[in-house]
Nanobody, 126 residues
Framework: QEQLVESGGGLVQAGGSLRLSCAAS????????MGWFRQAPGKGREFVAV????????YYADSVKGRFTISGDSAKNVVNLQMDSLNSEDAAVYYC???????????????????WGQGTQVAVSS
């Protein structure tokens, strides 16, 4: 069964760092793009960052650019999200996602992704 398994997350003080990891069960499950969305209470799911396996490119939401770094390990089918300088607006449930047929112009749309992880909580204390 194809799946994405997340790890990391937790509680951190404002200004601190956390690292999330997501492992795809197979090369096919990782898709063309693999990355992260997040959802805060009362809000819709928001694009955070995504990794394009072909060419090893990273794409970011403006709200996290310069603070978050996404990277991929092709041999392990793992994507990591290093989150630095966290603030209260980063608090959310973070979901890993992979898109099998996602195209570049649609990477920010959550309906373009095929597999999803179970979600991991990120909390930021002031």
């Amino acid at each position: 069964q194809e799946q994405l398994v997340e790890s990391g997350g937790g509680l951190v003080q404002a200004g601190g760092s956390l690292r999330l990891s997501c492992a795809a069960s197979s090369r096919s499950a990782r898709g063309r793009f693999m990355g992260w969305f997040r959802q805060a209470p009362g809000k819709g799911r928001e694009f955070v960052a995504v990794w394009r396996w072909s060419g090893a490119y990273a794409y970011y939401a403006d709200s996290v650019k310069g603070r978050f770094t996404i990277s991929g390990d092709s041999a392990k089918n793992v994507v990591n999200l290093q989150m630095d300088s966290l603030n209260s607006e980063d608090a959310a449930v973070y979901y890993c996602a992979s898109g099998l047929r996602t195209i570049l112009s649609s990477i920010r749309r959550d309906d373009q992704y095929d597999y999803w992880g179970q979600g991991t909580q990120v909390a930021v204390s002031s």
